[in-house]
Nanobody, 124 residues
Framework: QVQLVESGGGLVQAGGSLRLSCAAS????????MGWFRQAPGKEREFVAS????????SYADSVKGRFAISRDNAKNTVYLQMNSLKLEDTAVYYC?????????????????WGQGTQVTVSS
């Protein structure tokens, strides 16, 4: 079983940047697709970004394309989400997830393990 712990969330002004990290323990993330999802208040959780196990393929939600970048360091068992040009609508709890499929996945149902989430709040 993979245990995931997110960090790096916080309060940032619109236009600013944050870098989220997701550290895995108990098992290596090599071989796992990794993804980021988010849930804003009163809304359903939604896909943000995904990266294949080798890091050669990525996918992004249209709302974050060109502003967010997902990356991974399998040696450090960590996945990152670099968030730039943040907008008020990016405010949400961000979740890290792992999928055994190994390839890019956008559906929540494809993910087997989830972290507890980290809050990102963007202010004006």
């Amino acid at each position: 079983q993979v245990q995931l712990v997110e960090s790096g969330g916080g309060l940032v002004q619109a236009g600013g940047s944050l870098r989220l990290s997701c550290a895995a323990s108990r098992r290596t993330i090599s071989g796992y697709t990794m993804g980021w999802f988010r849930q804003a208040p009163g809304k359903e959780r939604e896909f943000v970004a995904s990266i294949s196990w080798i890091g050669s393929s990525t996918s992004y939600a249209d709302s974050v394309k060109g502003r967010f970048a997902i990356s991974r360091d399998n040696a450090k068992n960590t996945v990152y989400l670099q968030m730039n040009s943040l907008k008020l609508e990016d405010t949400a709890v961000y979740y890290c997830a792992a999928s055994r499929t190994g390839v890019v996945r956008t559906s929540q149902a494809s993910y087997d393990y989830w972290g507890q989430g980290t809050q990102v709040t963007v202010s004006s």
